[in-house]
């Protein structure tokens, strides 16, 4: 099988047409960096030939960002020197076309065509699953998988046989195979491939079986909990009917409303010792009144007898105090005179003193005025910047999901725009001093038409041209842009703007807008987190405080040249002790003259006056009764002083314990009492409810049904297990037998491989297994399973074992095709100059398209390398 071209449109990645035609018949080699395309030319290859046309999944094949594709893959291929074609659409119009030679074969015919052809099970739903890939996919190797040979190997493993078969002219597998795979249907029936575990009817007896093992045990777990309920219910009834007969709660509620009645008598009682406490001060003031008076009258008649002898006494020392008199009232006049000023010097300094601090509150009346008027400017100005940001934000609003609308049709239109633009029929016209006209328009010189639908070009002395555009569905293009750009249009008046980038930039302004407005939000709750009218009325009280400070300050008087505060309080005590001492000096010294003088007339008459009201009926009827009233105000304090101490010691017998806090207590005591057994109820109730629901359901006969299925079960489980024993036997026997067979059949496939390792490992053999897939390397004496190789070596392992499964497959008469998707990455330079002479010497046999990313590893394989990028240009 040679691949002469390939076509790919619309396909992933690449959105117009790449055509890759003059393919060698041996090697191919592709290049370019990561992301060029080359993986989607190996996935459009290997998905033209192996995935079903009219596969659901396929959706993701669609050109990137161009939903309405139709990806379509077409190439020519020859088969044993017959021309072959094979085409393919997906997703929308799907279709298939196979040609060999002169036979045509569409869709699913065509399908099962390539299946038989190529060596693979055609998906009857859904992707391609490895293990239907068969020989391709053995031999299409994708990016990241050369490593992995094994799986690959043993899904193409009954296409390998057949060509061993042939090779070898044996016929006898066949049977032994249809007899394997008779025997291990029936096996698999009832145990898995690789892990041997259960299944089909084996597992689901082993399912019912635990199942029923299951359900016997929760109906052995609800008959144990029914025992239990049935106890706990036991417990719980006791104990209800238990408290309903004591009724603790009731009890507590007692003890409460005793705490409580010792609680208002203690109330009482504190009331009480007060109230005799009040009593007793009023009886102690009246006593010690009435003691106060009748002290006053002794002390009279005292007064009496000393005044007579000091009457003699005072009459001769008039003379002596006159002169002592004199000069006392003269040190008076001088002081009075000191004092008067120096009072008027400290109420001029404490006025100095009140000014200088309403001058200090007026300046902070001022600070704080100027602050609060700045800040409700600034206030105000926010406001007003909020609400003409509020008002342009709402004119500049734009529906964002009309605009994201808008994006989407404006891409839209330009996708379509340029399809039609590539749809129409270009002519480029070059006239000689000649003119042709087209449809109407006389046209001469050089120029460009493109023409979208049926046209006729009149050639004047010639005749006429008829132009009709080869593109099917340029029409339908037209009608889907007319349509796209009317939907444009009106989302363009709904939006009420003229164009995509104007609603864009409307939308920026309202984004600026809105900025704006939480900024202008912000200033404002700085300067008024409470509003504007809260600062004004700060500012009015501001302005009331400093107004009446302004009135208290013009109230003061002139301060000008006041002294200290300190100082002239210190020389107003100074003046007025002086004066004091002045003033009493001039009273005794008056005192000692009014009782010279009137030592002997005074005296005498102050004497006789004493001695009169002494005597007087009254003031010794008002004695009388003070003195009675002594006696009697003594009786009552003592007694209430008795009284008042025996309510204390009760008082403080009864504060012993806090009733008010027992009571409290007690209160909380009965709530809990009732609330457990209101509670308890609760859960006797559940418990019945419980209990019934348990007896209803047929527990005990439950149990017993659900027993005997499990013994049922539990023989029929018995039955299959010994059925899969002995299909694992046979099986086991079966498969040695055609193991030895087989194993004569390996040689032809054990010579290939031999010829490609000792290229790199010399003296070296590789062991397969029952499904011809390598597992193990033997070299330098020791044997390495592939799990145990490096990634490098695994990698060169699957390179080389896959040419010779190629070199098998061709020898038996089957098409090969090599595609290695970025092979040999993990190889060092010597081995990758040995895995180049392999696919050198696999070329000359077998066709191989080689991708990769390292051009310059691959520049002396004596090769033309092709570069992704360009064929995309030429295209």
Known sequence: MKLESIAIQEFKQFNGRLFIGDLEPGLNLFTGPNEAGKSTIAEAVRTVFLERYKASHLKDLLPWGKASGQPSVEVSFNLDGVACTLAKQFVTRQRCDLRIGQQVFGEDEAEDRLAALLGFSRATRGAMKADQAGVPGLLWVQQGEIHDVRDASGHAALYLRDALTQLSGSTGSGGEDVLIGAVQRELRQLL?????????????????????????????????????NLTRLATQQEAFEDAQRKRPWEAHEQKAVQAQARAAALAELERNVQGLAQTLQVHEAELTLALQQEQNAADQ????????????????????????????SERVTRCQQTNDAATRALELANAAMMAQDLHSQIAMYRAEIDRLEASIAAAEAAQAAVLEATRTAASLEIDAAQL?????????????KARKEAAMTRIDYRLSGGAIVVGGETLTGEGVLRLDAEQTIELPGLGELRIVPGVSDLAALRTELSDAEAQQAELLRALGVASLGDAQARQEQW????????????????????????????????????????????????????????????????????????TRSLAVAGEHRSNAQAMSGSLAEQVQRKEAQLQDAAFRE????????????????????????????????????????????????????????????????ELRSQLETMGASGLGERLATVSASLEQMERRKNEL??????????????????????????????????HYLKRIFPQSALELGDDLSPVALQREGRIDTLDALSFGTREQMGILTRLAYADLL????????LMLDDAAVHTDGTRRDALKRALLDAATRHQILLFTCHPELWDDLGVKQRAIDDLRAAA
Do not use: C
Request: no cysteine; aromatic share 2%; glycine share 4%.
């Open 301 to 328: 008649e005292a007064t009496l007898a000393d005044e007579r002898q000091q009457l003699e006494r005072a009459k001769a020392a008039v003379l002596a105090v006159e002169a002592e008199y004199g000069q006392a």
């Open 511 to 582: 984004k600026a807008q809105l900025a704006q407005l939480q900024s202008q939000q912000k200033i404002l709750a700085v300067h008024a987190p409470k509003g504007i009218e809260p600062l004004r009325n700060d500012l009015a009280s501001a302005m009331a405080r400093r107004q009446t400070a302004d009135q208290r300050l013009a109230a003061l008087p002139d301060v000008t040249g006041a002294p200290a505060v300190d100082d002239a309080r210190r020389a107003a005590d100074d003046a007025r002790q002086a004066l004091d001492s002045a």
């Open 810 to 817: 061709k020898a038996a008469g089957r098409p090969t095709l």
């Open 192 to 228: 898995t491939a690789r892990t041997q575990r259960a299944t089909g009817p084996l597992a689901e007896a082993e399912q019912a079986l635990a199942a029923l093992a299951v359900e016997r045990d929760t109906l052995e777990g609800q008959r144990r909990q029914f025992d239990e």
């Open 622 to 685: 008002r004695r009388a009764q003070w003195q009675a009233k002594i006696v009697e105000q003594r009786a009552h304090v003592a007694a209430l002083t008795k009284q008042r101490d025996e309510r204390n010691q009760e008082l403080g017998a009864a504060r012993t314990d806090d009733p008010v806090a027992e009571a409290k207590r007690y209160r909380v005591s009965a709530d809990l009492a009732r609330t457990e057994q209101q509670e308890r109820q609760v859960r006797i109730a």
């Open 721 to 754: 297990s010994a059925r899969a024993g002995a299909l694992s036997l046979l099986d086991k026997v079966l498969v040695e037998e055609r193991d030895a067979a087989v194993a004569q059949l390996r040689a032809p496939l054990t010579e290939r491989l031999g």
């Open 404 to 416: 994201q609308q808008l994006q989407a049709l404006e891409s839209r239109t330009s996708v379509l």
